[in-house]
């Protein structure tokens, strides 16, 4: 225990100390923690709603013939868990009441139900009636007041030609239920059509967009995505979910590294009580530093010894902020019960540990406790032997 006085009274800048450093490395690792969390819990909705891997023609609005002898290459490929042939294009939904934007999937009919969305309202398409059954994006739904049953006009932005010349393609179709993805603005622009209503409405014969890849787990996607390359003819191309959600993701990393820095700064600022509280330490043992030398202590054994007093006060607020996290993470994950407001789809806080940068945030904060000891150390070991005891 530091003694800040002649009297040996306890320093209240150790404590200070102490505490700026816990409550530094708490502070970075638990709302890193925190932030590792919503990404997480994004990527996961993100991925529930988009395929991990898309295979499509290079120019978008020209239909692709189907090839079964490629989807089944692809289907053969390790990790891959599952592909569907899939249409995608901009139309305008249109009721009774009002006319909006959305972007229609076209999609086998059986392979509806395969997908990680939940039913919200109505089925799911079984056997196709004499209207086109249409399945609508929860938020979508509510937007427009639909419920199953009710009928909703579909209307191509891609004319044919007529008795009045060009006119809009359309289709009249029943609104069979409504899906929800857990993804906000996936679930408020998308409309899923079965495969051939979505051929027929775009007079696409059996053309697709192209087709839709799942894997076995999100890291085998740069394997499987050089795969899927390697076997596209020309005029094909294959994207992952990184490259069509790259601007969401690339911020929250930008958002983690920014947040890093500056509570790196935070810790700095911290460590400097360090330096402070052991200079002033120097200061008031100039007379016992100096018996020390007289009594045959070599530079090196004085300077050992405020190093080792620097880093005892040190390793007490890493432990400091190590209780600190674990409280936060504990309390947050097991007993606050804290929801967040209904706007969002999660409303719970979601916690994400991550043993790298665990270690990344306790390693930068040792090595600048460190450094933070080696001036004060160094000016004890440099001090005259004579002019301590004098003093």
């Known amino acids: 225990m530091l003694r800040g006085t002649e009297r040996g009274t306890f320093s209240a800048m150790t404590l200070f100390a102490w505490l700026a450093i816990g409550v ?29 891997i898309l295979v499509g023609a290079k120019e978008s609005l020209k239909p692709i013939p189907p090839s079964v002898e490629m989807e089944s290459k692809i289907r053969a490929l390790p990790k891959v868990s599952k592909i569907l042939p899939y249409i995608q294009n901009e139309m305008i939904l249109q009721t009774d009441k009002k006319s909006v934007g959305a972007v229609i999937w076209g999609l086998p009919n059986k392979s509806m139900k395969e997908l990680k969305f939940k039913l919200r309202e109505g089925k799911w398409p079984e056997d196709l009636g004499q209207l086109a059954p249409v399945m609508v994006g929860s ?47 996936f679930d408020e622009q998308y409309v899923l059509l079965v495969l051939e209503d979505a051929q027929e409405l775009l007079g696409w014969g059996d053309g ?31 994207k992952s979910w990184e490259s069509f959600n790259s601007a969401l993701f690339q911020s929250l990393k930008l958002e983690q590294y920014s947040m890093f820095s500056i509570l790196v700064f935070a810790i700095l600022i911290a460590v400097m009580n360090i330096v402070i509280t052991l200079t002033m330490n120097v200061s008031h043992k100039r007379k016992n530093i100096g018996i020390l030398r007289a009594l ?14 620097g880093g005892f006060m040190g390793g007490v607020g890493l432990t400091l902020g190590a209780f600190l996290t674990t409280s936060f993470v504990v309390y947050v994950k097991y007993l606050s019960g804290y929801q967040l407001p209904e706007i969002y789809y999660d409303r719970t806080i979601p916690i994400e540990i991550r043993p790298i940068s665990l270690f990344l945030i306790y390693g930068v904060a040792t090595i600048l406790i460190y450094f933070a000891t080696l001036y004060p150390a160094s000016q004890a070991a440099k001090m005259s032997t004579i002019e301590a005891i004098r003093e």
């Open 24 to 52: 530094g490395v708490g502070a970075m690792s638990s709302l890193l923690s925190v932030m590792y969390g919503f990404e997480g819990a994004l990527k996961e909705k993100v991925l529930n709603a988009y395929p991990h």
């Open 139 to 185: 938020e979508l739904g509510h937007r427009l007041g639909l419920i199953p049953g009710e009928q909703i006009k579909i209307i191509s932005p891609l004319e044919k030609s007529g008795a009045l010349g060009l006119v809009p393609q359309s289709l009249i179709g029943e609104v069979a239920g409504l899906f929800a993805s857990g993804h906000y603005e």
């Open 208 to 238: 697709l967009s192209g087709w839709q890849i799942w894997v076995d787990s999100l890291e085998d996607t740069p394997k499987v995505l050089s795969a899927v390359k390697e076997i596209l003819p020309e005029g094909l191309e294959a």
């Open 296 to 309: 045959g202590a070599t530079q090196k054994q004085i300077r050992r010894i405020f190093l080792w007093q």
